[in-house]
T-cell receptor
Framework: QKEVEQDPGPLSVPEGAIVSLNCTYSNSAFQYFMWYRQYSRKGPELLMYTYSSGNKEDGRFTAQVDKSSKYISLFIRDSQPSDSATYLCAMSDSSASKIIFGSGTRLSIRP | DTAVSQTPKYLVTQMGNDKSIKCEQNLGHDTMYWYKQDSKKFLKIMFSYNNKELIINETVPNRFSPKSPDKAHLNLHINSLELGDSAVYFC???????????FGSGTQLSVL
């Protein structure tokens, strides 16, 4: 079993829809949770960074962490075609000696 | 003014050759990394250096050798390239081990 599981998609939704992206994990020691966005032929860029459980909001993006269920989510409101990309969840434990990435979900927003 | 830059962007080579990928960051970060991304977009850490010292060395064949001449540079040398080495290699940096990663734009390596 992989430490971090993420549905690869592809996920296709119409412009303006609310998008929900999710990851599950098995290591209860994970404390830091991140979402990266990767456009085609580019490196990943950090979108959201949260510590421990709870919600964090930044513009149209909301990250949720449920440590009891070992489940994290990224919500995108009012989705735009420019949001079309691969979204990778990532996490690390308190030592943060290495960051483990999910395999990424490919998202397409239809105009 | 690119924060993390790596060269070359594309690298096509024959099996058995030796090649290098260079990475430089101008963010003043202490930690640098090499990640490998396979065709299914799975991103896996290979190495990390903190203040020029090797911190993480995952189960990577010893044909792969990182070299950090200073804090701003982390190069990756690959000997005796194999077909399975074909992937996109990303350099990244962070202020410290617990900090956010900043990635370069990747080097697409194709071994024929």
């Amino acid at each position: 079993q992989k430490e971090v599981e993420q549905d690869p998609g592809p996920l296709s939704v119409p412009e303006g829809a609310i998008v929900s992206l999710n990851c599950t994990y098995s290591n209860s020691a994970f404390q830091y949770f991140m979402w990266y966005r990767q456009y085609s032929r580019k490196g990943p860029e950090l979108l959201m960074y949260t510590y421990s459980s709870g919600n964090k909001e930044d513009g149209r993006f909301t990250a949720q962490v449920d440590k009891s269920s070992k489940y994290i989510s990224l919500f995108i409101r009012d989705s735009q075609p420019s949001d079309s990309a691969t979204y990778l969840c990532a996490m690390s434990d308190s030592s943060a000696s290495k960051i483990i990435f999910g395999s990424g979900t490919r998202l397409s927003i239809r105009p | 003014d690119t924060a993390v830059s790596q060269t070359p962007k594309y690298l096509v080579t024959q099996m058995g050759n030796d090649k290098s990928i260079k990475c430089e960051q101008n963010l003043g970060h202490d930690t640098m990394y090499w990640y490998k991304q396979d065709s299914k977009k799975f991103l896996k850490i290979m190495f990390s250096y903190n203040n020029k010292e090797l911190i993480i060395n995952e189960t990577v064949p010893n044909r792969f050798s990182p070299k950090s001449p200073d804090k701003a540079h982390l190069n990756l040398h690959i000997n005796s390239l194999e077909l399975g080495d074909s992937a996109v290699y990303f350099c990244a940096s962070s202020r410290d081990l617990q900090e956010k990663l900043f990635f370069g734009s990747g080097t697409q390596l194709s071994v024929l």
